[in-house]
């Protein structure tokens, strides 16, 4: 399931922001707004770009955490 609050503090973190998000993906930022209000429906290409603004022990947690359990 998707961790949308760990997103975001890893966005913060490194400080970037849904806006650098969507600019990153190509996507409106409205459209990563509701990605991330509906569990993170993001494709795996979108994830892959998402990886360059945060590391990928977080995008594991961030995404996949309870599949990997």
Do not use: C
């Amino acid at each position: 399931m998707f961790n949308q609050d760990f997103f975001i503090a890893s966005l913060m973190k490194r400080g970037y922001s849904l806006k650098d998000v969507a600019e990153k993906i190509g996507k409106n930022t409205a459209t990563v707004y509701r990605k991330v209000k509906n569990n993170g429906s993001f494709t795996r290409n979108e994830i892959i770009l998402i990886s360059e603004l945060i590391s990928w022990n977080e995008i594991n947690e961030i995404f996949f955490a309870n599949k990997l359990a």
